[in-house]
């Protein structure tokens, strides 16, 4: 049974810094590409971060770029997101993402407020 468990998520003042997990079962977690999603009330679910299978290759959306980094650990089957400065308009509902079977986590909430 595939599985993405995110964790991590929580209230931080802006400025403040978060890092989001997200632990993988039920497929061969080092064969796929994974995403970071996040969806604020009201607005359309955005992709924030990518990572490839291999080499590691990264992409950012350009509203977080500079400050979130996306990294992975294959021998833990865990994905993470290191989030810095964060700003109130990143507050959302932060989920994993497995491609290419498009594999989803039931999400983490971030709110970032004073």
């Known amino acids: 049974q595939v599985q993405l468990v995110e964790s991590g998520g929580g209230l931080v003042q802006p400025g403040g810094s978060l890092r989001l997990s997200c632990v993988a079962s039920g497929f061969t977690f080092s064969s796929y590409a994974m995403r970071w999603y996040r969806q604020a009330p009201g607005k359309e679910r955005e992709l924030v971060a990518h990572i490839s299978s291999v080499v590691d290759f990264t992409n950012y959306a350009d509203s977080v770029k500079g400050r979130f980094t996306i990294s992975r650990d294959n021998a833990k089957n865990t994905l993470y997101l290191q989030m810095n400065s964060l700003k109130p308009e990143d507050t959302a509902v932060y989920y994993c993402?497995?491609?290419?079977?498009?594999?989803w986590g039931q999400g983490t909430q971030v709110t970032v407020s004073s």
């Open positions: 993402n497995a491609q290419p079977r498009n594999y």
